[in-house]
């Protein structure tokens, strides 16, 4: 396996980063879903519920398609775990008034306290990773990872052939 070298470089960089991230992915996905489910939830409830709020904590009503793409969660595993959650009253759903095909999602109250509370232990685990790795460091790779994410956006029928 490739290791960090600096003369990693070309298409082989970019396969060992795309191997490498990954393996965080999975890492720290493990580790926050471990968290969550102590408190007997997962970790695509809490992706969903913090895209049905702002930075601010507000209810924020998103068509499904962009809860989709904020989570990375697919379209049919979405559709489970938001019927638990209707289910559950964490999350409501109804038609988008202005154009009837759209599904639009919202946070209620419960879903608001039990984001609040899932939002403190990710956080906690953030700040045990960010001790370890170092605040900058974190905050410097999700700089990197966000250029990286506009870089790579395709538009339909850019990808490389």
Do not use: C, F, K, Y
């Not at 396996?1 to 999975?26: F, K, Q, W």
């Not at 720290?28 to 007997?40: K, M, N, P, T």
């Amino acid at each position: 396996m490739l290791d960090s070298r600096e003369d990693i470089v070309g298409g082989e960089a970019v396969a060992h980063l795309a191997r490498v991230l990954g393996r965080a992915d999975r890492r720290l996905a493990g580790r926050l879903a471990e968290v969550l489910a102590r408190d007997g939830h997962t970790l695509d409830q809490w992706r969903v519920l913090s895209v049905l709020v702002d930075s601010h904590g507000r209810p924020r009503r998103r068509a499904v398609r962009e809860v989709v793409e904020a989570t990375g969660v697919p379209g049919p595993a979405l559709t489970r775990v938001v019927d638990r959650m209707v289910a559950s009253d964490l999350v409501d759903r109804r038609t988008d008034d202005d154009d009837r095909r759209r599904v639009l999602l919202g946070i209620t109250a419960d879903g608001r306290t039990l984001h609040a509370r899932l939002s403190d232990l990710v956080r906690a685990e953030g700040a045990a990773i960010e001790e370890q790795v170092g605040a900058a460091e974190v905050a410097e790779l999700a700089r990197l990872l966000e250029r990286l994410l506009t870089a790579t956006t395709l538009d339909e029928g850019t990808a490389s052939q």
